[in-house]
T-cell receptor, first 116, second 118 residues
Framework: AQTVTQSQPEMSVQEAETVTLSCTYD???????LFWYKQPPSRQMILVIR??????QNATENRFSVNFQKAAKSFSLKISDSQLGDTAMYFC?????????????FGAGTQVVVTP | EAQVTQNPRYLITVTGKKLTVTCSQN?????MSWYRQDPGLGLRQIYY???????DKGDVPEGYKVSRKEKRNFPLILESPSPNQTSLYFC?????????????????FGPGTRLTVT
């Protein structure tokens, strides 16, 4: 079974600064997907960024980027130029491929607080 | 607008009183799933459905039932709710139930249902 670990329960960052969230996972699979989801106070789950394990290039979406280290089974998220609207719970998630049951395996989450 | 809807958004009920949380998607998605979110545990899958009339258990199915009679709807049924089912529930859907690479695996989440069982 896959496990996803987020070791930082909460992080605080000032506006315009950079914050990095860590995520490690444990799997024996070679092909899989990794995701970061954002959950603001509205509770809506919003996909921030995705990474396919077969791609060596790290994914980037505007101010969000990942550092994917397949051998180390690490998938960190960097938020650059932090904005107040980035305040949210961030979840790292794993999905194996092919998708036999389509299950997203989530970490416990990291609460990010952006301060003025 | 493409979306996943859930009803109700908030529900307070008593132990043992049967309830149903509805989930509907308007994107013609094959795959649908239910998750529950609890503090410190993230989201955990309850049940999933690969297509109409095809459902299967996730990681925490005890105390829940589902059905998939139509492609767009995937209700979650609690026959006899207990306080340990107090949680935040999410329905999600994706285009494909298959294994092809591509965006077909991306899951879209509903707005969540906050359930309290007293």
């Amino acid at each position: 079974a896959q496990t996803v670990t987020q070791s930082q329960p909460e992080m605080s960052v000032q506006e315009a600064e950079t914050v990095t969230l860590s995520c490690t996972y444990d799997t024996s699979e070679n092909n899989y997907y990794l995701f970061w989801y954002k959950q603001p106070p509205s509770r809506q789950m919003i996909l921030v960024i995705r990474q396919e394990a077969y791609k060596q290039q790290n994914a980037t979406e505007n101010r969000f980027s990942v550092n994917f280290q397949k051998a180390a089974k690490s998938f960190s998220l960097k938020i650059s130029d932090s904005q107040l609207g980035d305040t949210a719970m961030y979840f790292c998630a794993f999905m194996k491929h092919p998708r036999s049951e389509g299950k997203l395996q989530f970490g416990a989450g990291t609460q990010v607080v952006v301060t003025p | 607008e493409a979306q996943v809807t859930q009803n109700p958004r908030y529900l307070i009920t008593v132990t043992g009183k049967k309830l149903t949380v509805t989930c509907s998607q308007n994107m013609n998605h094959e795959y649908m799933s239910w998750y529950r979110q609890d503090p410190g545990l993230g989201l955990r899958q309850i049940y999933y459905s690969m297509n109409v009339e095809v459902t299967d258990k996730g990681d925490v199915p005890e105390g829940y039932k589902v059905s998939r009679k139509e492609k767009r709807n995937f209700p979650l049924i609690l026959e006899s709710p207990s306080p340990n089912q107090t949680s935040l529930y999410f329905c999600a859907s994706s285009l494909s139930a298959g294994g092809a690479y591509g965006l077909s695996y991306e899951q879209y989440f509903g707005p969540g249902t906050r359930l309290t069982v007293t």
